[in-house]
T-cell receptor
């Protein structure tokens, strides 16, 4: 079964508003990553947060990780139309060459 | 300079044909992958190679055969294409292990008629 599930599946906001996306997973992880996919393009890595970290920032992005609840959130502040994309979380389990398992994605639409 | 490149970008073909997709990375990474993204945007790993050695082979029909001539290239050959193979196929790479940041190619949109 899938490791990561994003919520909501779709989110529509106005420019300037904040967007929050959540990711829940089922088993213990080594790290959790967030990726963005613009329409018709490949995925682009945004942030990696390790299991011993609780929060990470990168520009307008803020990621939190709660390992007790097995969940993570991605906050995009002061959103722009260019942030319109699908956002995926990906989790990796402990040990060796464990694969990344991608979630179902949140489709974000930011209207001007 | 393109970090991970794939060719072709679009592939339209008839059922039963054989086709190949090529992938190259110029990042000096040790590990490369093939992913399949279906129409619902669900992304699933198919294969992973580390230094030309196959390390992950998910439950994929044996009509799909990856080949890594060197650590900078990972090609995907598909025999006897079926309608259900229609999807977007992404190549990706990472420095060493699968748990690190992965860099994706632009994707190959395969449509089987």
């Amino acid at each position: 079964s899938q490791q990561g599930e994003e919520d909501p599946q779709a989110l529509s906001i106005q420019e300037g508003e904040n967007a929050t996306m959540n990711c829940s997973y089922k088993t213990s992880i080594n790290n959790l990553q967030w990726y963005r996919q613009n329409s018709g393009r490949g995925l682009v890595h945004l942030i990696l947060i390790r299991s011993n970290e609780r929060e990470k920032h990168s520009g307008r992005l803020r990621v939190t990780l709660d390992t007790s609840k097995k969940s993570s959130s991605l906050l995009i502040t002061a959103s722009r139309a260019a942030d319109t994309a699908s956002y995926f979380c990906a989790t990796s389990l402990f040990g060796g060459f464990q694969k990344l398992v991608f979630g179902t994605g949140t489709r974000l639409l930011v209207s001007p | 300079d393109t970090a991970v490149s794939q060719t072709p970008k679009y592939l339209v073909t008839q059922m039963g044909n054989d086709k190949s997709i090529k992938c190259e990375q110029n990042l000096g990474h040790d590990t490369m992958y093939w992913y399949k993204q279906d129409s619902k945007k669900f992304l699933k790993i198919m294969f992973s190679y580390n230094n030309k050695e196959l390390i992950i082979n998910e439950t994929v029909p044996n009509r799909f055969s990856p080949k890594s001539p060197d650590k900078a290239h990972l090609n995907l050959h598909i025999n006897s294409l079926e309608l259900g193979d229609s999807a977007v196929y992404f190549c990706a790479s990472s420095y060493r292990t699968l748990q690190e940041t992965q860099y994706f190619g632009p994707g190959t949109r395969l449509l089987v008629l």
